[in-house]
């Protein structure tokens, strides 16, 4: 009962003094409207913005490794033997394969 007290005090010293009108209470439920129950929202626009920034992290992960596969295939492309002897352990019917690593 004595807090409804203090507040009944405390809003009508606003009003008193000018600050709690029409406009301050519309710009207010305008502003908490738009933070809180808005399709587009506060918190909506926060995680939209995280997942945006976690996907552009993510794409500079997949051109990494886009890179290494484009260098992989070039080496490929050059050294076809050498990809098939030391991946798959082709070799001619009279040669030995030896594998050091």
């Known amino acids: 009962m004595k807090r409804l007290i203090h507040l009944r005090q405390v809003i009508t010293d ?11 209470v519309s710009a207010g439920l305008f502003v908490m409207w738009m933070l809180f129950f808005d399709k587009h929202n506060f918190f909506t626009q926060w995680n939209l913005r995280r997942s945006v920034h976690q996907l552009e992290s993510s794409i500079e992960d997949y051109r990494e490794q886009l890179a290494t596969a484009e260098a992989a295939h070039k080496d490929l492309m050059n050294n076809k033997e050498k990809f098939a002897r030391e991946k798959y352990l082709m070799h001619r019917p009279d040669e030995d394969v030896f594998l050091f690593q």
């Open 14 to 24: 606003l009003i008193a003094a000018g600050w709690l009108n029409k406009y301050t």
